[in-house]
């Protein structure tokens, strides 16, 4: 069971626990994933009820391993790298499980199979750990060190009332050495101090159950960190990293709207210093840092513009260390520099020109992700795990992980093709994550990185460019590392670039074993043809009614958008007046543009953001959006943001009506959690419900007609007969259900938000 896991893999990859207790994934991973126990604690889910974790006061040198095959096989056997891959009969344990001593193993990872009535299984299923080795594709055993002790969550909690508490099991080491009370440090938040004084801390020499409580804590985020010792003086193999929210009412991803921050376009808190910001010089500004750093985005948040959007969520560009030169673009004539972020140097080191003339970037960020999870905000953190620059600690440490590779889009190498090895640059080495030690040692960096940081999700960069072991090793990690025993869970959404039909594509990384969401691109497409290019809206809804079929369970997980970093800006395609990624498009919103009318422009967007933070999922928000700034393709659309007072009356009024959408999303949970109800339809009109049940319901009707338009929709079996509905985008206008009827009554390119009075 993956409970067990739970207690078994709390260590770094490739130094997880044998303790008299089958080792590495192996006790349900015969077992449908429909049978799973940790299925119902995906992410997201109201029911925070699982089964609690097992845990173990002394470990074993004795590794044990447990199987329960799906079908009734006659014999069941096991061989792997830890006897030399010769089959060795397991015995039935008459309950449909069959289990095996292997004895003392060094700590390591092993690869291995099972033979069910001398058959050899394939490919491990995807809820198991997995292992590549020789080109075929293992489950993994991972053995930890049995002369140390382990650090267990048994549980751990927190109330609206600021009170978080944890019970924590001491796993003595084989040879049952009690903990050291003394050695015991538990700090709470992100930059406390270890100090005992701070929590109650009460240690069980003799159980080595540690329990832990702090009170009076103020709303946010309040992770614990936890370290002890034996009394032989031997740390424990793991510092154990809780996550825990104290808010008045439990958050759950669904109700999640994400803001997109693109650091270095976003704000310069020190504008006029010096800073640390400097641009590397031979190319195009709008390929170069322009000064963008964490301080602007702390000012914003400061501010309320997060708050303001409704965002609760805030994605930002990596924050990895760059190369500090220039770089040719994929055009093979631009200059790029590392701006972006996606070119790591180091899996730790905090770029340095995010930083500003009074802070490191890397106690600037700590400040940012701290005053973010005070104000109830999640932060993202963007994953750049496909590849690495070649200046990067990897390939100067290990030049033998890397050998030669095919760049991506020259002639044999097609993207879709050779998704998975080609290179993105020939100074973008690929990972490749068939090879172990490469995983490894990027799962180890990676979940440092989210307990350096205190992380709450992840976004996974070019998801379908990566070997699907390392999306589904990392989310198995973070339930069992971190969520087990009741801490927070990390959400982790990919970015998977696909077409209008890509559905299917998207849904190949979708699953509770690996990526909780993608970003919908399919929808995206249709987004854009609906409302930037006069599309029919029996079109946009043949596309939702897909996802929704397509995605089943994790329709609620998905994200929403119009508009991202890679693809030319929403007001540019409503406005059709591109000039290219290297052009020089006009912002016509930003007051450019005699024939630029709210009816051309802020209306479509307007209106755009209506339909897309009303869908289910964790609508995007990509910054500037929400003032409708232009931009073409990369790099053109990663224009600088503007801030008020500094905006035309065009932003300023796109503005208001996202603000005011944001704010309907954030007031209404029918709108974020409810079910979606198709109403109405046809190529002008659309009318849907989301329904939370017991009459929790919201009515959006959009209508993108050049004419007024009336329509009486039936609402019956909403149950609301006689309710009057306000609509939150404008207070004034309200509607009232009467005998199972909604009239409907929009001006031309109107839309109202209707939540219940």
Known sequence: MRALLALLLTAPLGGCVCAGFQCGDDDDL??????????????????????PPVVIDTRSCDVQVD?????????????????????????????????????????GSYAHKFLEDGQWEGAPPPWAYAKWLDGTENRALYVGDCMVPLLQTASASATSDGTVSATVQFAAAADEAPVDPA??????????????????????????????????????KHSLRVSAADTSGRDAENELFVPLWVEDEPFVWEDGLIYFAFTDRFRNGDFGEDGATSPVGNMDPRADYQGGDFLGILDAMDEGWFDSLGANVLWLTPVYENPDGAYIATDGFHNFSGFHGYWPVDPFAIEGKLGDAWASSE?????????????????????????????HVYRSEHPEWFGGGCVCGSDGCGWEERAVDCWFMPYLPDLDYRNPW???????????????????????????????????????????????????????????????????????????????????????????????????????????????????????????????????????????????????????????GSDVTQWDLINRQSMAFAFTLTQPGLPL????????????????????????????????????????????????????????????????LLVYAMDNGGGDVAIVALNKNWTQRVQDIDVGDLGVDGETFVDATRPERTATVSNGTLNVDLGSWEYAIFVRQ
Do not use: C
């Open 183 to 220: 050695s015991v440090q538990v700090s709470v938040g992100l930059d406390a101090t270890a100090d005992n004084g701070l929590v109650d801390v009460q240690v069980d020499a003799d159980t080595g159950v540690i329990s832990i409580e702090a009170t009076g804590l103020p709303s946010g």
């Open 363 to 391: 106690d600037r960020l700590r400040e940012l992700i701290a005053e973010a999870h005070a104000r109830g905000i999640r932060v993202l953190f963007d994953l750049v795990l496909n590849h690495v620059h070649e200046d």
């Open 67 to 107: 199987f329960t095959p799906v079908g009734s096989p006659g014999s069941v056997e096991i061989a792997g790298e830890f006897n030399g891959w010769a089959p060795a009969a397991m015995t039935d344990n008459g309950d449909g499980s069959w289990s095996i001593s292997l004895g003392e193993l060094a700590p």
């Open 621 to 684: 928000i990509y910054y500037g959006d929400e003032i409708g700034l232009a931009g073409d393709g990369d790099p053109d659309n990663r224009r600088f943001m503007t801030f008020e007072p500094h905006l035309s009356a065009n932003q300023s009024t796109l503005l208001e009506r996202v603000r005011a959408i944001g704010q309907a999303r954030a007031g209404s949970k029918a709108l974020r959690r409810g079910d979606r109800r198709q109403l109405w339809v046809d190529d002008n």
């Open 438 to 592: 490469i995983l490894e040692r990027v799962v180890d960096d990676t979940l440092e990185l989210v307990r350096r940081f205190d992380v709450d999700g992840v976004r996974m960069d070019a998801a379908k460019h990566m070997d699907h072991v390392i999306m589904r090793t990392l989310s198995r990690r973070f339930r069992e590392d971190f969520a087990s025993g009741g801490g927070a869970p990390i959400y982790a959404v990919g970015e998977t670039f696909t077409g209008g039909d890509g559905h299917g594509t998207i849904m190949e990384y979708v699953n509770p074993d690996e990526l909780d969401g993608q970003f919908d691109f399919p929808l995206y497409w249709s987004i854009r043809d609906a409302f930037a290019n006069d599309g029919s809206f029996q079109a946009l809804e043949g596309t939702v009614a897909t996802g929704i079929n397509s995605y089943g369970d994790h329709y609620g997980l998905m994200s929403p958008f119009l508009g991202n970093h890679d693809i030319l800006r929403f007001a540019t395609d409503a406005a059709n007046n591109g000039d290219g990624a290297w052009g020089f498009t006009e912002d016509w919103m930003a007051g450019g």
């Open 30 to 51: 015969g077992l449908p994933p429909a049978q799973d126990d940790d299925d119902d604690d995906s992410v997201g889910d109201d029911d925070d009820s699982t089964d």
